[in-house]
């Protein structure tokens, strides 16, 4: 059985300062992973995910993860965020041998503060 | 544009009314799903759609049926509203989920008073 882990529900940044998300995930099996961002009032849409090769993986809007296969984490980072970056993300894994189930996160709010 | 489209994005019911709410996808992808999303659980897979004509339980299934009407299209039914059921409802899509990853619809937000 997977689990996934968002380690912060809440994360309070000023604008122009890093930020990271944490997500931590536990599996029998090898998985694949990825990171979902919704704004306000909308669906979930794909920021990165991580299949094989380099363990940073950058996605869109300045975002980039690194996998950590003995710490079993995936944490989100962005090095400098802007209001428009305010949603909630949610961190989700999937299991390498197939099928069609994805495990997803609680969520991690992320609030950039002007 | 592309994508997922699902109907209706607001609805209000009493308890024990049923409803379906619809979703239909134009990106040909082989796969398709309904998610509740509650505060501080994250998404919860309620049923999936592996393929046109099969259909499977996911995570939480009781109080829901599905309908996979087409390649396009996949519905849910609540036939007895509860309160309990009371949450925003994404339906998703894709080519081959362990890879590639959904592509979501906008929402229905259920209120079941």
């Known amino acids: 059985a997977q689990s996934v882990t968002q380690l912060d529900s809440q994360v309070p940044v000023f604008e122009e300062a890093p930020v990271e998300l944490r997500c931590n995930y536990s599996s029998s ?20 995910k991580y299949l094989s090769g380099s363990t940073l993986v950058k996605g869109i809007n300045g975002f980039e993860a690194e996998f950590n296969k003995s710490q079993t984490s995936f944490h989100l980072r962005k090095p400098s965020v802007h209001i428009s970056d ?13 099928g069609f189930k994805t495990i997803f996160g609680a969520g991690t709010r992320l609030f950039v503060k002007a | 544009n ?26 040909n992808h082989n796969s398709m799903y309904w998610y509740r999303q509650d505060p501080g659980m994250g998404l919860r897979l309620i049923y999936y759609s592996a ?49 590639y990853g959904y592509t979501f619809g906008s929402g229905t937000r259920l209120t079941v008073v």
């Open chain 1, 86 to 98: 305010t949603a909630e993300y949610f961190c989700a894994v999937s299991e390498r041998t197939g």
């Open chain 2, 51 to 99: 393929s046109e004509g099969t259909t499977d339980k996911g995570e939480v299934p009781n109080g829901y049926n599905v309908s996979r009407l087409n390649k396009r299209e996949f519905s849910l039914r609540l036939e007895s509203a509860a309160p309990s059921q009371t949450s925003v409802y994404f339906c998703a899509s894709s080519v081959r989920p362990s890879d």
């Open chain 1, 29 to 48: 099996v090898s998985v694949y992973l990825f990171w979902y961002v919704q704004y306000p009032n909308q669906g979930l849409q794909l920021l990165l």
């Open chain 2, 2 to 27: 592309a994508g997922v489209t699902q109907t209706p994005k607001f609805q209000v019911l009493k308890t024990g009314q049923s409803m379906t709410l619809q979703c239909a996808q134009d990106m």
